[in-house]
Structure formats: C-alpha cells, structure tokens
C-alpha cells in the first residue's frame, strides 16, 4: 500500500507539486481580480521570488525559511515600488505595464552572470516539499475564506462591481489597490520560491508572457466568486495535460479548445457560487 | 421637534463651488447652507448641475473653485473615503447597488468605515472581530427594517425592484452613520405609490433620527411637501432660493421651467407637475 503510494508519488511528483504551486498562483491572481483590476504580473513577482529565493540557499548558503522570506519580501517590494505610479491605471493599461514588468525582469535574469544568465539556476537544493507545499495551499486558503468575509472581503467585492461607490461606502480605493498588489506579489513570490526549491532548476524564460496568461487562465477557468475558484482552475489546468496525454500530437490543441470552451460557456467559471460576506 | 432641534451652525456650507470641464462651466460659484436636521432640496431642470453638485460634495469630482465645509470643517482637501467617515453619505441618480452582493452586505458595506477590525484580528478569528460582525449585522437589520425591506435581507440586491433598490441605497447610506445624506433623486423610477411611501419615511429621518437631508428630486410633489427649504440651480448658477412656498412663486423658477414668464403669477399648477 505505502509502496504504491510511493511510487505514484515518484512517477507524478511534477504534478503533485504542479498543483499546488499553481494553486498558490491561482490565489496570488485572485487577489487582484476580486477587486476589478486586470491582473498580469504574476509570472514576474513569481520569477523574482524564485531567483532572490534560490540565491539565498544555492548561492549564499542561507537557511530556508529566511529563503522564504525574501522570497516574499522582494517581490513586496518591486509591487510597491511601481505599484504607486501605476495606481491610476485600470484595465489594460495596467495589464500593459504589468507585461513590461515581466519582460524586464526575465531580459534582467537572462543576463544576470551571478544567477546563471541564460542558463539559469541549477542545483538548487530541495528544501519543504510536498508537505510543506499543500500546508501553505491550505492556510492560505483558509485565510482568504476569513478575510472575504469580513469587512476586507467586502471593500473588495465593492471595489469590483463600482469604484466610485466602494469609495463612497467609505473604502480607501488607492490603499486597497496597493495592498492587493502587494499581497499578490508576496504570494507569487512564495509560489516561486517553493516551487524552485522542489524543481531543482529554473531558468529566465519560465516566468515570462506565457506564464502570465496561464496564470491568469487558472482564474478565469475557475472563475472568481470563491478563492477556491482559482485553485480548481489551477489544479485542472495542471492535469489537464497529463490527462490528454493519450492524444499525442493533438494534446494541446485539444487542451486549448477545452479552455476555450469553459470560458464560452462558463463565464463566471467553473465554480460559479459566490461565497458569503457575513460572518 | 425639527424646529427644536435645529442647529446653531448650519451642517454644511457651500461656497463659490465652481465646476469646469474644459469650455463648460457646469456649476457656476453655487453657494448655499443646508441647516442641520433640515430638509434641503436642490432643484432645477435637467442638466442644471445638480449631480455635479452633489459628486463635489461627496468627492467624487474634484471641485475647480470654492469650498465645502462640513460642520464648519472643510472637506475641500479630503478624498471620497475621508468625507464618508466625517458623515456624508449619498445615494445616486444612477442606482449603484453592488448587485450581485446580498441585500444585507450592501448594507453591512455601507458601514466599512465604521468597523474597525484589521486583518489580524480577522486571520485569527479575535472574538472582537467576531462581535463586531454580529453587532454590524444587527445594525444593518435595523436600517432595513426602516426601509421596510427585512424580508429581503437575504436576497440578491441585484434582483430587487427599483424602487426597492432605491430604498436599499437609502439603507445603505443610513449605514455610515451620517450626518448628511445626499439623496440624487429618490423617487426616480419609483411607481406614485412608492413615491407617496416614500415621503414619511424622508421625514422620519430628519424627525426621529435628527438627519439632515439634502435632496436632488424631479418629482415636485415630493419636494414641495418635503422640503424645508429649496435651492434653484439653472445653467450651473444659482437663480432662486427660500421656502418651497417663496420658490415656487419665484418668477426666475417659473421661467426656467417654462421657458418663459407666466402673467398669472399665482398659478402654481405648472410648476407643481413638472417631473423629469
């Protein structure tokens, strides 16, 4: 039985911890779309919390759990510095400014010698795990669950439906968008870090446009009434290829069309329900 | 009791208050005082500036000149949130319901800048926060009971009527506890029975509850019979104001309604059925 387990484990170990890895993304893209902005940052917060993360044990010999930290802190610290210029901006313009993020930080990573350049980072020790891994899925959800619905969860959703009376309601708009940047970067961060350290390697071009939107398909698959939504998006998103296997060649035109017909005839995505904001 | 209870200073001042987009002046230096636990109507005929008024008010646009004082404390320097806690509160044209919420959340909503709980306490479940969410709850009951919507406490906002969405905005403002409520046209959209409820319920805010309401409203029957006093906008400028009975002989009004001057100046009834 415990042989069995073991060796499913060894045999999809990439995407058990896949799905976690993508879960935790799929909460990090919540954050910013539950309060109306389009997100597309993700892969670059993600990529720097996976560099700054894996320098830290590879290269400077540091513990994990202080690995984790900067890998949480730096991308905080990227999203607060360009979140304040970029506040004004909604919809695709900000989406826009997002994508160029991303596309300096993967052109500063590829010619970054220290961190390996094109070649990436290799050799980084395997640190937390599966455990670990679906233990910060877990609490993170659970967290999300409480603050929806409290007075946070509330401003969000206000936020989302109408700007203008969330902020007659008494919401602070700018200090929220700020926050949900932040959070969402922290958390992406967190996701890189993790998921460097159970991967072994990362490389410049993994965190990238395709990245971005893949990230963003988890949402829009799951759809965003409950933090649980992303997740599912996230969790089937990630098998969804393995599944297929059997097509071969047409594999990913298949997936593609999948996804596309989930968002056709699913708009409020997968898990439509929305989830209650008393306590 | 609204005699009575009258303040010495008025609860809020408007002073010179200019809007321009670009060419158009929309508000034209506009001054008036809503006395506090009155009620002020704002009236004049559509695209007269009366929104415009009410989004400088409530800092939704940035006013080009002039100021606000609330409670002789000016709000001109403070954003949007910052005037909801000093206690304006609003309603719109337009019904800004946020639909897909309960019809209690939108309420519970309404009193974001009255709860206090950070995300701590909220992470770790603190039981003040716990307690606060409960008390907000009851709180929010109560105002939708004195809309006369506590059957619907559970449902959609979005799937209300109207005139209940209307009343819910109303709930939803009472929420913040405010000091003034800006009401952009209550009745609009409402059938004459809920318009006809809809006047005590007005009073009862400014008599029970020591509101002060400052009103948009195209339905005259409503403002002349609800009104303590009435400002008269037209073209952005102010042309007239006093109490609903010296307003409606005022021959700048009865011009600006009707384009031009009646000769029987005791003839009210055109002024009184004029609506949107």
Known sequence: MLDSFSDIYWTYQNIIHGIAVNGILGLSVYVVLSIGQLALGQAAFMGIGAYFGAIATTKLGLPFPIALLVSVLTPAAVAFAIGAPTLRLTGVYLAISMLGLGEISRLLFLNWEYAGGALGLSGIPERGGVFLLYFVLIVLILAFFFVGRSRIGRAMEAMREDETAAGVMGVNVPRYKLAALVVSAMLAGLAGCLSAHVSSFIGPNEYGFEMATTILSFALLGGIGTPLGPVVGAAILTLLPEVLRFLADYRLMINGAIIVIAVLFMPRGLLSWRMKRTV | ?276
């Open chain 2, 1 to 276: 009791m609204a005699n009575m209870t009258r303040d010495a200073h008025p609860t809020l001042e408007v002073e010179g208050l200019t809007k321009q987009f670009r060419g158009l002046v929309a508000v034209d230096e506009v001054t008036f005082q809503v006395n506090g636990n009155t009620v002020h109507g704002l009236i004049g005929p559509n695209g007269a500036g009366k929104t415009t008024v009410f989004n400088m008010i409530s800092g939704v646009l940035p006013a080009t000149a002039g100021s606000i004082r609330l409670l002789s404390e000016p709000l001109d320097e403070l954003p949007t949130w910052e005037r909801t806690k000093r206690g304006v509160a609003r309603t719109f044209q337009n019904i800004r319901m946020f639909g897909d919420m309960s019809v209690i959340e939108n309420v519970i909503t309404g009193m974001h800048s009255r709860l206090k709980s950070n995300l701590g306490s909220i992470l770790i479940r603190q039981g003040n926060f716990r307690k606060e969410e409960t008390e907000a709850e009851a709180m929010a009951r109560e105002q939708l009971a004195f809309v006369g919507l506590e059957q619907a406490a559970d449902r959609r906002a979005g799937d209300l009527s109207y005139g209940d969405q209307r009343r819910l905005e109303i709930a939803r403002a009472l929420a913040s506890q405010p000091k003034i409520v800006l009401l952009d046209e209550p009745a609009a959209g409402m059938n004459p029975a809920e318009t006809h409820a809809l006047i005590p319920l007005l009073q009862r805010l400014r008599d029970d509850r020591g509101l002060t309401l400052l009103i948009v409203e195209h339905d005259m029957h409503l403002v002349m019979s609800l009104c303590d006093r009435i400002t008269v906008i037209n073209f952005g400028k102010k042309i007239a104001e006093g109490t609903p009975g010296e307003v409606r002989e005022h021959p700048a009004v009865i011009e600006a309604y009707l384009g031009h001057k009646v000769d029987d100046k005791k003839s009210t009834a055109p002024v009184s059925k004029v609506t949107s």
